[in-house]
């Protein structure tokens, strides 16, 4: 009986491991330049902006228009996200950067017109003319010591 009892709990193994799809390498969830080492942890710009909820969607369309474009080409920028708190009507914006070094080697000069095209296209949404119509309330920075994802171990 209990050689019976052993095959059949020999094929039931055999036959989980075939079905369930188990890791032959370990693979990261995340790319390499998105997760923080030792070595070098990802500079994160921290934003708080004053985004009502009337400006919501506009504010969002010119993020996606104007600045996801411009910083999809410099060489540091790693990904962002967008956070809006509907309650204090703000904005959050975290910009991953390969390094302070890097991030901070971009010139006001460069990002000027940027802004002005951001502001032209919440202007040109909203139809306002409005100088500053998502100001910005707080900038910071902090480095990026962990990541998860749903499935990291």
């Known amino acids: 009986m209990f050689s019976r009892f052993g095959a059949l709990l020999a094929c039931c193994l055999a036959g989980l491991l075939v079905l369930l799809p188990w890791p032959v390498a370990a693979t990261p969830s ?3 330049a ?4 030792a070595q070098a942890p990802i500079t994160v710009e921290m934003l708080r902006l004053a985004v009502p909820a009337i400006l919501r969607d506009a504010w969002l369309s010119a993020e996606a228009k104007v600045w996801k474009p411009w910083l999809e080409q410099q060489p540091a920028y790693l990904g962002r996200d967008l956070y809006w708190d509907p309650q204090r009507e703000e904005g959050h914006v975290f910009i991953r950067w390969r390094s302070r070094q890097e991030w901070q080697a971009i010139s006001d000069a460069e990002v000027a017109p940027v802004q002005a095209r951001f502001v032209a296209a919440i202007n040109q949404a909203t139809g306002g003319n409005d ?5 910005l309330m707080f900038a910071g920075q902090g480095l990026l010591l962990a990541r998860d994802l749903p499935g990291d171990a």
């Open 131 to 135: 100088e500053d119509p998502i100001p």
């Open 30 to 32: 995340t790319p390499a």
């Open 34 to 37: 998105d997760r923080p080492t």
